[in-house]
């Protein structure tokens, strides 16, 4: 198997690292700077100091899982990049960021949204419509993800071979 | 083998981050901490509710790492064995 071409290792790294960087656009931006939702708002709704801080204790577990998914992201990345049998292919690398963004937003929605139901996108009665536009956002992120995968198969470069 | 010699050299200094991070010290630096705030939020926190807040908070994580296995070790049309014949082969890290 000395000759073959092993893209997985950099759809692995790609993927983790489209998760991580999903949840941190979640995080900063619904958590932090627009303040739609917090980890439990849907069951301790944010009504005063102690409720804000209490969820600000989950966001911040949230986050500190989220930079985990990004640290073995950049791990799984540093191998790849080490290894002669991955080719180095942008296509495939930005599809699957794309791909793990749209499944940080696919499962997490799925669970926390509708299936847990600890938080909505949006904290109003009519939530659903908010929470239904995040599946399809991540249906959509996982489709163009998978289709600049597969147009990257035929990608044979390795890193540092470029402009030889 | 390289990666786990970095983590070898890097676990005393996380370690010690830890224990600096969890000591009296950092918690004495909470300025709502000893307040009825603070004792209300710790409350809230560490209620009956905790642990399947924690399983609640983790649990897409565990899937995401599952799945990201699964492309790891079983991801269709992964391999392809066209690339033309080396002298020097894969390195093997």
């Known amino acids: 198997m000395a000759n073959d071409l092993n893209r997985t290792p950099l759809i692995a790294a790609g993927t983790l690292l489209g998760i991580g960087m999903g949840g941190f656009v979640d995080g900063i931006t619904f958590h932090q700077i627009l303040q739609l ?26 986050h500190a899982l989220t930079w985990t998914m990004t640290a073995i992201g950049l791990a799984l990345l540093w191998r790849a990049g080490q290894r002669r049998d991955v080719p180095w292919s942008t296509r495939t690398f930005i599809g699957s960021l794309s791909l793990g963004w749209g499944l ?5 929605g799925l669970i926390d949204h509708h299936l847990l139901n600890i938080h909505h996108v949006v904290e109003t009665p009519g939530h659903l ?8 956002s991540g249906v959509v992120l996982i489709l163009v993800g998978w289709v600049a995968i597969r ?11 470029r402009g030889r | ?31 709502v901490c000893d307040q009825e705030t603070g004792k209300q939020v710790r ?51």
Not at chain 1, 37 to 52: E, G, I, Y
Not at chain 2, 65 to 77: D, M, Q, S
């Open chain 1, 104 to 108: 940080f937003n696919l499962v997490e």
């Open chain 2, 1 to 31: 083998m390289m990666m786990r010699n970095a983590m070898v050299k890097l676990f005393p200094s996380a370690m010690l981050f830890g224990a600096l991070v969890l000591s009296p010290g950092s918690a004495r630096a909470c300025p």
């Open chain 1, 129 to 136: 419509f908010w929470d239904i536009a995040f599946l399809a």
């Open chain 2, 43 to 93: 409350a809230g926190i560490f209620d009956e509710d905790f642990g399947r807040n924690l399983l609640a908070a983790t649990l897409p994580f565990g899937v995401f790492l599952g799945i990201v296995a699964a492309i790891h070790f079983e991801f269709p049309g992964g391999r392809r064995p066209l690339r033309p014949s080396r002298p020097d082969g894969p390195e093997s890290t």
């Open chain 1, 37 to 62: 939702h917090n980890m439990l708002s849907a069951k301790r709704p944010v009504t005063d100091l102690v409720s804000a801080e209490i969820n600000m204790f989950w966001d911040g577990l949230f």
């Open chain 1, 151 to 161: 147009s990257g198969r035929g990608d044979a470069t390795i890193r540092g071979e």
